[in-house]
T-cell receptor
Framework: DSGVTQTPKHLITATGQRVTLRCSPRSGDLSVYWYQQSLDQGLQFLIQ???????AKGNILERFSAQQFPDLHSELNLSSLELGDSALYFC????????????FGNGTRLTVT | AQRVTQPEKLLSVFKGAPVELKCNYSYSGSPELFWYVQYSRQRLQLLLR??SRESIKGFTADLNKGETSFHLKKPFAQEEDSAMYYCALKAPKLSEKLTFGTGTRLTIIP
């Protein structure tokens, strides 16, 4: 499957901790997007990278950071975790920087206890 | 800022009946509108986009700029249409990101 791959699928951690979510884009795609989906919330855009550079930023907390590596995979780092950070985190990729269509991964479910 | 509203969290329709999933947006310019769908145990995927003016799996959506709506319609619902549907907007001149609505869970009753 050369689609978007996200690891891990599930993550359970305690408040105050730090985690890293990983995303491998679809083969050939240069753009990576991160979205957060909390209970009763839609998909909230966090950040976009294109070919290694930050392209757009949404409502991403200062405790969160991301990067895209030369091999185009991306990592989302969440630190000083709070209970409210529990959510489904989706990664999506697209071929160009204009963002459509997006191909989504299956998401990482983060539970902060 | 752009915003997408899907007023119905849940929608149940009998098989064979018409389906309409509502989507309204707020954006002063000319947006690009999309519908994404997530079937059970599958990843979120693009269903259709307004600029393509296409019908996918019997679904169509027309952009109504006067009403700022992009409702998704299908004349005869099928059981396999049961899924989570998200409306999304891109403001081309502002950003490349997609702004999503909160989604509508469609259940087709056999």
């Amino acid at each position: 499957d050369s689609g978007v791959t996200q690891t891990p699928k599930h993550l359970i951690t305690a408040t105050g901790q730090r985690v890293t979510l990983r995303c491998s884009p679809r083969s050939g795609d240069l753009s990576v997007y991160w979205y957060q989906q909390s209970l009763d919330q839609g998909l909230q855009f966090l950040i976009q990278y294109y070919n290694g550079e930050e392209r757009a930023k949404g409502n991403i907390l200062e405790r969160f950071s991301a990067q895209q590596f030369p091999d185009l995979h991306s990592e989302l780092n969440l630190s000083s975790l709070e209970l409210g950070d529990s959510a489904l985190y989706f990664c999506a990729s697209s071929a160009d920087s204009r963002g459509s269509p997006l191909h989504f991964g299956n998401g990482t479910r983060l539970t902060v206890t | 800022a752009q915003r997408v509203t899907q007023p119905e969290k849940l929608l149940s329709v009998f098989k064979g009946a018409p389906v309409e999933l509502k989507c309204n947006y707020s954006y002063s310019g000319s947006p690009e509108l999309f519908w994404y769908v997530q079937y059970s145990r599958q990843r979120l995927q693009l269903l259709l986009r307004h600029i393509s003016r296409e019908s996918i799996k019997g679904f169509t959506a027309d952009l109504n700029k006067g009403e700022t709506s992009f409702h998704l319609k299908k004349p005869f619902a099928q059981e396999e249409d049961s899924a989570m549907y998200y409306c999304a907007l891109k403001a081309p001149k502002l950003s490349e990101k997609l702004t999503f609505g909160t989604g509508t869970r469609l259940t087709i009753i056999p």
